[in-house]
């Protein structure tokens, strides 16, 4: 499941792209993929994107009188004109397997192609084997707030008080959405690994100085990560079909059974929620 890195590297990607854009056409494939139909998206222009948790938010202006192409015909997913002029913001979860893809070509769309966005420019394809994704469109000032933003820091003093009553493992609460905002599974592991924390600890044990170095190793993995534009152990690739460099970064993450490169211990391997959780049993206490 792409992570806070691999969604920042799609929005500073599209960020590059997409700002002044008008859309030209929307083509949904695939009915499940969220309820987009009655909003008018041709002939708006692209005002930015960003990221807010694991969430890409795409900031559209209000719609042109003339959007001079119109939608794919009926059948094949078409955007129906939504009456109101109000700014919108699409919002888009890649959950499992989804990814992004720009294409400027006439070739076809790949496989597993669940919607397109057409500019002038290129086209904006969503893949998704697995069919989890989600998107959908709404008034831009009802975007729910943020929580916790790692890359912009995590606050040690109220990430304690947070977890002070909770006695759910460390890495359990560092990837649940309602506390911090982007963390999931592999940077969860590393982020425990630099801090030298044992991810099964209770998030409520941790000490001043422990979640101080949970922001320290967070402010370490998270933006070399994004520099590397994300972590390719699978399927993941970036905006332009590239796979990210960060897995040669990667200190504990899919290493059982190898060395620690800090002391030299074997690098284990267990379950924390139902997901599989690395870290060193020596350097993680």
């Given at each position: 499941?792409?992570?806070?890195?691999?969604?920042?590297?799609?929005?500073?990607?599209?960020?590059?792209?997409?700002?002044?854009?008008?859309?030209?056409?929307?083509?949904?494939?695939?009915?499940?993929?969220?309820?987009?139909?009655?909003?008018?998206?041709?002939?708006?222009?692209?005002?930015?994107?960003?990221?807010?948790?694991?969430?890409?938010?795409?900031?559209?202006?209000?719609?042109?009188?003339?959007?001079?192409?119109?939608?794919?015909?009926?059948?094949?997913?078409?955007?129906?004109?939504?009456?109101?002029?109000?700014?919108?913001?699409?919002?888009?979860?890649?959950?499992?397997?989804?990814?992004?893809?720009?294409?400027?070509?006439?070739?076809?769309?790949?496989?597993?192609?669940?919607?397109?966005?057409?500019?002038?420019?290129?086209?904006?394809?969503?893949?998704?084997?697995?069919?989890?994704?989600?998107?959908?469109?709404?008034?831009?000032?009802?975007?729910?707030?943020?929580?916790?933003?790692?890359?912009?820091?995590?606050?040690?003093?109220?990430?304690?008080?947070?977890?002070?009553?909770?006695?759910?493992?460390?890495?359990?609460?560092?990837?649940?959405?309602?506390?911090?905002?982007?963390?999931?599974?592999?940077?969860?592991?590393?982020?425990?690994?630099?801090?030298?924390?044992?991810?099964?600890?209770?998030?409520g044990s941790l000490s001043d100085a422990e979640w101080?170095?949970?922001?320290?190793?967070?402010?370490?993995?998270?933006?070399?990560?994004?520099?590397?534009?994300?972590?390719?152990?699978?399927?993941?690739?970036?905006?332009?079909?590239?796979?990210?460099?960060?897995?040669?970064?990667?200190?504990?993450?899919?290493?059982?059974?190898?060395?620690?490169?800090?002391?030299?211990?074997?690098?284990?391997?267990?379950?924390?929620?139902?997901?599989?959780?690395?870290?060193?049993?020596?350097?993680?206490?």
């Amino acid at each position: 499941m792409p992570e806070l890195p691999e969604v920042e590297t799609l929005c500073r990607q599209l960020n590059e792209i997409l700002p002044g854009e008008k859309i030209l056409a929307v083509e949904v494939l695939d009915p499940r993929l969220g309820t987009t139909e009655d909003e008018g998206l041709d002939g708006r222009k692209i005002e930015r994107v960003y990221r807010q948790g694991k969430y890409i938010r795409i900031e559209m202006g209000k719609r042109s009188q003339d959007p001079g192409i119109s939608g794919p015909e009926k059948g094949r997913g078409k955007i129906k004109q939504k009456p109101s002029d109000d700014r919108l913001t699409a919002a888009l979860h890649l959950r499992m397997t989804g990814r992004l893809l720009w294409q400027t070509g006439s070739e076809p769309a790949p496989p597993y192609t669940r919607l397109v966005i057409s500019f002038a420019a290129g086209r904006l394809i969503l893949i998704d084997p697995r069919r989890f994704a989600t998107f959908c469109v709404r008034p831009s000032e009802t975007a729910p707030a943020l929580v916790e933003n790692p890359l912009e820091g995590l606050p040690p003093h109220h990430l304690k008080k947070t977890a002070e009553k909770r006695r759910l493992p460390v890495k359990s609460f560092l990837m649940d959405q309602r506390f911090v905002a982007g963390i999931g599974n592999i940077y969860a592991c590393e982020i425990l690994y630099h801090a030298g924390i044992d991810p099964r600890r209770h998030a409520g044990s941790l000490s001043d100085a422990e979640w101080r170095k949970v922001q320290k190793a967070s402010a370490a993995v998270l933006p070399r990560a994004v520099e590397c534009r994300g972590t390719t152990v699978s399927d993941w690739r970036d905006l332009f079909g590239m796979s990210g460099e960060n897995q040669n970064h990667l200190e504990v993450y899919s290493r059982e059974g190898k060395p620690c490169r800090r002391c030299g211990g074997m690098i284990q391997r267990t379950k924390i929620g139902g997901r599989g959780t690395w870290f060193c049993p020596i350097c993680q206490k």
